[in-house]
């Protein structure tokens, strides 16, 4: 608590007053605390880093807060995609999966403490809200500090560090700077990206305002205020109002792409607050919609949300062709998974479709130049200013990507400020491997990159397990699943000859049922349009139906194959509820056609059903599945890629335990544990519900042991990535990690449990 004041305090006149001022010196100054800055303060932070964060708003999360109330969202596009376990790591992930624990139900205000609270948890994080950069001073090239001011205390802050961090949305640190930025759109010919829209579609997207309705009980009567929309048919799209679609559903309430999308933000929202109250006095009172009596208006947006505005040059500019083309880079350091998602410039007074996709096959890399300014030698860039070109933007702008190229930017910050480098420096080889080192132990992923960790004691242990999970069958106890769709069972499959399958089926009417054999055309593609092999069944009408799957196909490598069957509408197929690390069924729920003129590739969408919906198939294999040894907790991916990359235990197995012993003691200091929060969950922040708080196949409850002696034990665990730190270090040539329980699925899994020295 501060000292009591006194009750009266007088200050003589004067010729005039200077705000207060305080200076503060730190590792990292980041201006912007949305989610790219907050996953950057708190991966530089947790680094070692001194960071002060900078947000001119009262709360952080910027479209995902409160005041906007947008979804975070990225690779995993609501599952509707063929990135299978796609969704971002390290700190975001941390925070989607608390948020679900906390609030299922994706309560905005309570999204606002789940990311209020990481950042105060930290010690090194320094957090000033309602402040807002208003210059900045130079030294050479380089940034020497940059001013602030909190209104709320009317305090003027003079921040110092030898690295800064862009993450403000609209650039504001890298524009007083003087970086080199651009707006708008590059045409077809500057990069060849034959997705770039023309002059009638627009070169910058607008900007958005929700709203909420609620329920009360009894008649409302509204009365709009006068600025409202009078005309609702001035919107082409008028007639797809209606009283079930409320907030970021209403994404396509957008407006101001012809506009100056910094400058002109608040004549942008007063246009948006037109048409919002004219929307809801169409829905209250046009007397087409007689379900709105009792509604009443809860929330509407106080401020616009934000997707395009400055994109500053980087020492690499991302373009459609490495999206779609999911092109390596060698200093990749996240990951992005939308789709190439263009809108219309006029936006919700467009007679064009409210946006425009163009589906990559699966997810792609994000370079680490993309993050390093061009001109400002100590300046990194996070969030949707990164260094891409308009229609890549398209892309990278959401804002779970956002959160892990800040994460990206965090580490690389704290690094640059522990060993005195610029930003630029980490660009040599051997400084970029050590930078995704770090990335990769916090938790990121990166796709196609897997964690070589020198220091993991792991790698050294002989490794053994209680048990190992083979899986021959698959019992016939869930609902039967229509072939309404074609469906599909991923199973992950070791090189060599296909095994043979039987599945069991429900005919209602005499009918021909063709299966494929499918996988994609590199081991990581989960778009299954690579026909290994094929067999037609007739059938008779009757229930309880074995088909068996034989035949002479192989695969080359470790893989995931589709067995799939095709659409039948007089045939069901017969589902377990048993759920396995790494296994999954699918249906096809579209196809993207290829089309040349504007690059885009033809995709056929495979996409899961949500829990507790989307069973497993019921089936049997011979010989059975052997893909979740005890070595896939130390092989370096920690989510499923080209198999499960998980060890699991027998199903019999009542105390599964991982042992690791050395041939001499080792002296540890920390233990490092992945556990399965199912990486293909898109756990939408707010607005969309869940209906789990807990992952089902997330260890819950665990025992850790150095030869007999118990060592820690962790109670009621949901987060995916565990840390325990021995403050007395282990002397010890056994350690071992018993699983006493998950929050459902069976057999236990872990993804990765790695052992670090104790410092001497």
């Known amino acids: 608590m501060t000292a009591p004041r006194t009750l009266l305090t007088t200050e003589p006149a004067r010729d005039s007053r200077d705000f207060r001022t305080e200076r503060l010196s730190a590792d990292l100054v980041i201006v912007g605390g949305g989610m790219a800055g907050t996953c950057a303060a708190v991966t530089a932070a947790r680094a070692g880093a001194r960071v002060v964060l900078v947000q001119d708003r009262p709360v952080l999360g910027g479209n995902a807060s409160s005041e906007i109330r947008l979804w975070v969202l990225g690779a995993t596009a609501h599952m509707f995609n063929n990135n299978r376990w796609s969704r971002e790591g390290g700190v975001l992930d941390e925070i989607l999966v608390e948020n679900m624990f906390r609030n299922p139900e994706g309560n905005a205000v309570l999204f606002d403490t789940v990311l209020l609270e990481k950042a105060v948890a930290e010690p090194g994080i320094t957090l000033l809200l309602n402040t807002a950069a208003t210059a900045v001073s130079k030294d050479g090239d380089r940034i020497a500090s940059v001013s602030a001011f909190c209104a709320q205390n009317s305090t003027r802050y003079e921040l110092t560090a030898p690295v800064f961090c862009d993450a403000s949305g609209d650039g504001v640190l890298g524009y007083l700077a003087g970086a080199a930025y651009r707006m708008g759109a590059e045409s077809t010919e500057e990069f060849g990206e034959l997705f770039a829209p023309e002059e009638s579609y627009g070169g910058l997207l607008g900007q958005s305002i929700y709203f909420y309705s609620k329920d009360v009980g009894r008649p409302v009567t509204f009365v709009p205020p006068g600025y409202a929309l009078d005309d609702i048919t001035e919107i082409p799209r008028w007639r797809s109002f209606d009283t079930t679609v409320q907030g970021c559903r ?155 190229i800040g994460q990206a930017a965090g580490m690389a910050a704290a690094v640059c400020a522990r060993d005195g480098v610029l930003p630029a420096e980490l660009t040599k080889p051997d400084r970029m491997a050590a930078l995704q080192r770090e990335l990769l132990r916090a938790g990121q992923h990166i796709p196609d990159l897997r964690l070589d960790d020198p220091d993991d004691l792991a790698g050294q242990a002989a490794l053994t397990a209680s048990s190992e999970l083979t899986v021959g069958s698959l019992p016939d106890d869930g609902p039967a699943a229509p072939l309404d769709h074609s469906r599909a069972q991923l199973l992950p499959l070791n090189a060599g000859k296909l095994p043979r399958m039987t599945l069991t089926v429900d005919v209602a009417a005499p009918t021909t049922l063709r299966v494929e054999l499918r996988t994609g055309n590199r081991p990581e593609d989960y778009t299954p349009d690579v026909v290994l092999a094929a067999r037609e069944f007739s059938l008779d009408a009757g229930a309880g139906q074995r088909i068996e799957v034989d035949v002479e196909a192989a695969v080359d490598r470790p893989r995931y194959v589709f067995l799939t069957l095709i659409r039948n509408d007089d045939v069901s197929v017969r589902t377990t509820t048993r759920r396995v690390t790494g296994l999954l069924a699918v249906r096809h729920t579209g196809t993207q056609e290829a089309d040349d003129a504007v690059g885009k590739p033809r995709v056929e969408f495979w996409t899961p059903e949500r829990r507790p919906g989307g069973h497993n198939f019921a089936l049997t294999i011979d010989p059975p599945l052997r893909a979740w040894s005890v070595e896939g907790v130390r092989n370096g991916h920690h989510r499923p890629t080209a198999r499960p990359n998980a060890w699991a235990a027998a199903y019999e197995d009542r105390r599964p335990t991982v042992r690791l012993r050395w041939p001499e003691p080792r002296r540890i200091g920390r233990l490092h544990l992945t556990f399965d929060t199912d990486a293909d969950h898109a756990m939408e922040s707010v607005l969309w519900d869940h209906q789990e708080r807990a992952v089902p196949f997330c260890v819950r409850d665990y025992v850790v042991r150095a030869g007999d002696r118990v060592v820690a034990e962790r109670a009621d665990n949901h987060q995916t990535h565990n840390v325990l730190t021995f403050d007395t270090p282990l002397e010890t040539d056994e350690l071992s990690v018993e699983v006493v329980s998950t929050h459902g699925a069976a057999p236990a899994a872990l993804f990765a449990v790695r052992c670090y020295a104790a410092p001497s």
Not at 257 to 278: F, Q, S
Not at 351 to 370: D, F, I, M, W
Not at 386 to 393: K, L, W
């Open 250 to 404: 209403l994404w396509w309430i957008e407006y101001g792409g012809r506009l100056d999308t910094v400058h002109d933000t608040e004549e942008i929202k007063w246009e948006l607050w037109k048409v919002v109250y004219g929307v809801w006095n169409h829905l209250k009172n046009s007397g087409g919609f007689p379900e709105a009596k009792t509604l009443t208006l809860e929330w509407a947006g106080l401020i616009p949300g934000k997707r395009e505005s400055r994109r500053f040059e980087g020492l690499y500019m991302l373009r459609q062709q490495d999206i779609v083309d999911q092109r390596p880079h060698a200093d990749a350091v996240a990951s992005g998974g939308w789709s190439l998602d263009l809108h219309p410039a006029d936006g919700v007074f467009s007679e064009h479709a409210g946006s425009n996709h163009l589906h990559a096959r699966g997810v792609y890399q994000v370079p680490y130049r993309c993050l390093v300014s061009r001109d400002v030698s100590n300046l990194l860039l996070a969030g949707r200013i990164i260094s891409v070109s308009h229609v890549a933007f398209a892309s990278t702008r959401v804002m779970a990507t956002c959160a892990q």
